[in-house]
């Protein structure tokens, strides 16, 4: 199984909701992310875990809050978001947690704050 | 900041050519990266091509890399319409213990049938 699965594929959520986002893999990898995406700009890390450890936190506002149970599941916890915060959340995973591997994408989560 | 950046941002061609693109990136780096996305889908790898490496293929893919000019090319051979989608290059921006990817803007190719 060389997939990463992503729920919901679509979400709308008014600005004082709270939501979360979820993936997962089974693939046994170590390392998974989590990236945001704005209509026709590349991917822009957010989020990395390493052994289910926060390892990397791209200076993200805390209204988004990433969450890694075991190491197949990535959570990403949202609440009081902005209209801005409309996008395509990606999550990725990759077999190793240092330089050189590649990653592995989930087909996203649609997000529209209203 | 962005580490890579590309070139063109956008192309269109005939099924059957070739599809050239390229990335620049500024910093050095130990491998770069080259992913395609379908249109409002997630990115697939294509292939990875190492700092001492200088040119790679894969099926009709073709990547150099240059080092010295801190640049990369993704050849697409023989194209068809299913090429039809935005090219990615990433370079790891190396922090520790933990992949750090960073994504040039991209070019969006379409194949014209």
């Known amino acids: 199984d060389t997939e990463v699965t992503q729920t919901p594929k679509h979400l709308v959520m008014g600005m004082t909701n709270k939501k979360s986002l979820k993936c997962e893999q089974h693939m046994g990898h170590r390392a998974m992310y989590w990236y945001k995406q704005k209509a026709k700009k590349p991917p822009e890390l957010m989020f990395v875990?390493?052994?289910?450890?926060?390892?990397i936190n791209e200076s993200v506002p805390s209204r988004f809050s990433p969450e890694c149970p075991n190491s197949s599941l990535l959570n990403l916890h949202l609440h009081a978001l902005q209209p801005e915060d409309s996008a395509l959340y990606l999550c990725a995973s990759s077999q190793g947690v240092l330089r050189g591997y590649e990653q592995y994408f989930g087909p996203g989560t649609r997000l529209t704050v209203t | 900041s962005q580490q890579g950046e590309e070139d063109p941002q956008a192309l269109s061609i005939q099924e059957g050519e070739n599809a050239t693109m390229n990335c620049s990136y500024k910093t050095s780096i130990n491998n770069l990266q080259w992913y395609r996305q379908n249109s409002g889908r997630g990115l697939v790898h294509l292939i990875l091509?190492?700092?001492?490496?200088r040119e790679k293929h894969s099926g009709r893919l073709r990547v150099t890399l240059d080092t010295s000019k801190k640049s990369s090319s993704l050849l697409i051979t023989a194209s068809r319409a299913a090429d039809t989608a935005s090219y990615f290059c990433?370079?790891?921006?190396?922090?520790?213990?933990?992949?750090?990817?960073?994504f040039g803007q991209g070019t969006r190719l379409t194949i014209n049938p």
């Open positions: 990433a370079t790891d921006a190396g922090a520790k213990g933990a992949q750090k990817l960073v």
């Open positions: 875990y390493s052994y289910e450890k926060l390892s």
């Open positions: 091509i190492r700092s001492n490496e």
